[in-house]
């Protein structure tokens, strides 16, 4: 019964491809994250959505396109991969949105660009 | 924006020791301020939070404490056991629509025998 889940949870690509990271959560919450870690341990949010309506979009190259299909789902796609996106990426959700400061973070899917 | 700094970066301790972590903020709105610990190959996980009307909380082994005209909070852990070894976050946040939590820059605490 995992709350956050995220697929895949490893992923191994070289420059130049593009690649979708799927989240999906099951606590009923409206509000879905993208977050980035890199390599320093530095958590960056990249994009929130509420209730399939984009919120925040931090200043994320467009190579990178969220998409949510339902209040349950937010993917990341990205385009054209730069040795640069190699990072962790955390999806979350919460219950409140901004409203409070209480994330449930899936367990990250670990990108590799070569 | 909002900007968390967090000290110190890496934390050692013996086992029953306690263990405290800090962090400064700069938005003096911000009124939430969460902590949460990070396991190895594991997403964040929230552990205790504190508002902005209430100077210190305690949970069993852990505690937070507050200081709004600083704009410092820190995080106490008493009588650390290895499975306390984690990287904490804090963070906060000014709640309200299109809000953003902000986190500090992470310390790696290591809980030795």
């Known amino acids: 019964d995992t709350a956050v889940s995220q697929t895949p949870k490893y992923l191994v690509t070289q420059m130049g491809n593009d690649k979708s990271i799927k989240c999906e959560q099951n606590l009923g919450h409206d509000t879905m994250y993208w977050y980035k870690q890199d390599s320093k341990k530095f958590l960056k949010i990249m994009f929130s959505?509420?209730?399939?309506?984009?919120?925040i979009n931090e200043t994320v190259p467009n190579r990178f396109s969220p998409k949510s299909p339902d209040k349950a789902h937010l993917n990341l796609h990205i385009n054209s991969l730069e040795l640069g996106d190699s990072a962790v990426y955390f999806c979350a959700s919460s219950p409140l949105g901004s409203y409070t400061g209480e994330l449930f973070f899936g367990e990250g899917s670990r990108l590799t660009v070569l | 924006g909002e900007n968390v700094e967090q000290h110190p970066s890496t934390l050692s301790v013996q086992e029953g020791d306690s263990a405290v972590i800090k962090c400064t903020y700069s938005d003096s709105a911000s009124n939430y301020f969460p902590w949460y610990k990070q396991e190895l190959g594991k997403g964040p996980q929230l552990i205790i939070d504190?508002?902005?009307?209430?100077g210190e909380k305690k949970d069993q082994r852990i505690a937070v404490t507050l200081n709004k005209t600083a704009k410092h909070f820190s995080l106490h852990i008493t009588e650390t056991q290895p499975e306390d070894s984690a990287v904490y976050f804090c963070a906060a946040i000014r709640t309200g629509t299109a809000s953003k939590l902000t986190f500090g820059t992470g310390t790696r605490l290591q809980v030795t025998l």
């Open positions: 504190i508002r902005s009307n209430v």
């Open positions: 959505y509420n209730n399939k309506e984009l919120i």
